[in-house]
T-cell receptor, first 114, second 108 residues
Framework: GAGVSQSPSNKVTEKGKDVELRCDPI?????LYWYRQRLGQGLEFLIY????????KSGLPSDRFSAERTGESVSTLTIQRTQQEDSAVYLC????????????FGNGTRLTVT | GQSLEQPSEVTAVEGAIVQINCTYQ??????LSWYQQHDGGAPTFLSY????GLEETGRFSSFLSRSDSYGYLLLQELQMKDSASYFC?????????FGAGTTVTVRA
């Protein structure tokens, strides 16, 4: 595709439910990142994939968060037993390789936990 | 780990020059990037400095001093459309870590 695509664009869920967020990176991009951005705040690193492997999972906030990537393309971020503090915009970005290549961001998934 | 500091907000008038400073601490350093984010939008890449010195791209310039762990983004000939949040980001240990962002408000 022309850019990074994320779905859904908006998600409202009840506390305690599980949610799955999807990211389709730019074709051929081997590096993929997930960030979380709370309202009016900066980007909080969650996880990084190089190909299908995740060498850095240090940013995942708790064991309720998990992510996977298959076929060096689509990635999913799963949040189990959602809590109100999980409400945020979840941004996915991809780049052609790790290192100094610019990150191309999707428009994000706005998650609201009620 | 990484930590970055930048001012929270800056206000200036159209046509003015704004400098956004960024200081960082990181284990492993490969470069300093700048991203722009308009309200409700996705961050977009502005610039990347791996070496000391000034990089100029149109009205925007970015500077890096590795010995001082310091960089800045210079916005010249400010336009209303430049009102946005600007984030510095450090590439270290193959992870891009972002600062909290500087909100730039341009007034007529």
């Amino acid at each position: 595709g022309a850019g990074v695509s994320q779905s859904p664009s908006n998600k409202v869920t009840e506390k305690g439910k599980d949610v799955e967020l999807r990211c389709d990176p730019i074709s051929g991009h081997t590096a993929l990142y997930w960030y979380r951005q709370r309202l009016g705040q900066g980007l909080e690193f969650l996880i990084y994939f190089q190909g299908n492997s995740a060498p850095d999972k240090s940013g995942l906030p708790s064991d309720r968060f998990s992510a996977e990537r298959t076929g060096e393309s689509v990635s999913t971020l799963t949040i189990q037993r959602t809590q109100q503090e999980d409400s945020a915009v979840y941004l996915c970005a991809s780049s052609s390789r790790q290192g100094n290549s610019p990150l191309h961001f999707g428009n994000g998934t706005r998650l609201t936990v009620t | 780990g990484q930590s970055l500091e930048q001012p929270s907000e800056v206000t200036a008038v159209e046509g003015a020059i704004v400098q956004i400073n960024c200081t960082y601490q990181t284990s492993g350093f490969y470069g300093l990037s700048w991203y722009q984010q308009h309200d409700g939008g996705a961050p977009t890449f502005l610039s990347y400095n791996a070496l000391d010195g000034l990089e100029e791209t149109g009205r925007f310039s970015s500077f890096l001093s590795r010995s001082d762990s310091y960089g800045y983004l210079l916005l010249q000939e400010l336009q209303m459309k430049d009102s946005a949040s600007y984030f510095c980001a450090v590439l270290g240990d193959y992870k891009l870590s972002f600062g909290a962002g500087t909100t730039v408000t341009v007034r007529a």
